[in-house]
């Protein structure tokens, strides 16, 4: 398990540095009064532009100074000024007398307010202290110092600031009462929710391995052949969930015997770098249930996988896509020969 971990920590770390921003689907609508459809791509590393790509494939780029805002399918997204640059906020609530925005990368929420046209971020997270030799994580409250400044002058709310914590729905409570309810925009998360397309893909893939599910070292190279269905909460969303049903056989290299397996698996995977034409993910098979039989023994078994693997999609067309993957990465020295190809298909 602590190879698990550190390998996990790894590839989190790994991912990291290909943080962006997705929106599928979007309309972005620009200062001189026009409107561009398509999906769009934002980098940290580049963070004065965007990429657009419409339903045929065309590239364009376009100076988010020249954005005015963008609609996502279930988001608006603010060009506002922050730190004397141009930035995207999503937005959470707007009100008359101040508003709540975020930014997002790789599943980490950073929320901004606005007031009196000047953006303040809330800062939040755990910082390091050490006390008598001993090292503490200490909250950092610094967003309530900020909060508590900007709205000073109700003495309820600056009290209330205490009691909450870094999340959108306790400072949207308290933006929202600031604004005496007068708002003219609100991320309500149960709309969003209703506003979700699921989205479902059929795959099927060959696969190739060095060793039976148990990882045990007396086994040669076996051959899967895997089909199923990937399911996505929405069309927008870089996670997924893979129920696939596998058959394959491998020699036992101990007794010279051939051994059948036929397993239902569940894979959860995460879209962390996202490009016009394909996308590099983080696979991590969860688990089988598994029948194990030769000529002698007939078993079944519920077997914890918790095996990370590092995968490349090509979207051929909108609907139809080819992929590679590597597997079992913790088996380092079988990377080589843990592999899976496949297809997959929108439907």
Do not use: C
Not at 83 to 94: D, H, I, Q, R
Not at 160 to 189: L, P
Request: charged residues 25%.
């Amino acid at each position: 398990m602590k190879t698990f971990t550190t390998t996990l920590l790894l590839l989190i770390s790994f991912s990291s540095l290909f943080s962006q921003e997705y929106i599928k689907d979007s309309k972005v609508h620009l200062k001189n009064n026009t409107i561009v459809n398509g999906d769009l791509y934002l980098y940290p590393s580049i963070p004065d532009i965007v990429k657009v790509v419409d339903s045929i494939g065309a590239k364009q780029t376009y100076q988010i100074s020249d954005i005015d805002f963008i609609e996502g399918q279930t988001s608006i997204i603010r060009n506002i000024q922050y730190n004397g640059e141009a930035k995207l906020f999503e937005s959470v609530v707007e009100g008359i007398k101040i508003s709540l925005y975020k930014t997002m990368f790789n599943d980490h929420i950073q929320l901004y307010v606005l007031k009196d046209n000047q953006m303040r971020s809330l800062d939040s997270g755990s910082e390091i202290v050490k006390v008598d030799s001993k090292t503490y994580n200490k909250e950092n409250n610094k967003y309530k110092g900020v909060l508590k400044y900007l709205i000073s002058d109700n003495n309820y709310l600056f009290n209330k600031v205490d009691d909450i914590r870094y999340n959108e729905k306790d400072i949207s409570n308290i933006i929202i009462a600031y604004n005496n309810g007068k708002i003219s925009y609100f991320k309500n998360k149960e709309t969003e929710v209703q506003k979700r397309e699921i989205d479902w893909k059929f795959y099927s893939q060959y696969s190739n391995y060095t060793s039976d599910p148990h990882f045990s070292d007396n086994t040669s190279a076996i051959s899967f052949i895997q089909v199923g269905g990937e399911f996505f909460i929405s069309k927008n969303s870089r996670h997924s969930f893979k129920l696939g049903i596998e058959y394959g056989k491998f020699e036992d290299e101990i007794y010279k015997s051939w051994e059948k397996y036929f397993n239902v698996n569940i894979n959860y995977l995460y879209d962390f770098y996202k490009m016009p034409k394909s996308n590099i993910y983080i696979g991590f098979r969860l688990f089988d249930i598994a029948k194990l039989w030769n000529d002698t023994e007939n078993d079944l078994y519920i077997v914890p996988r918790l095996s990370p693997s590092l995968g490349y999609e090509y979207h051929v067309t909108n609907n139809f896509d080819l992929y590679f993957e590597v597997n079992h990465i913790l088996q380092f020295q079988d990377i080589p020969h843990n592999f899976s190809i496949g297809v997959s298909y929108d439907i």
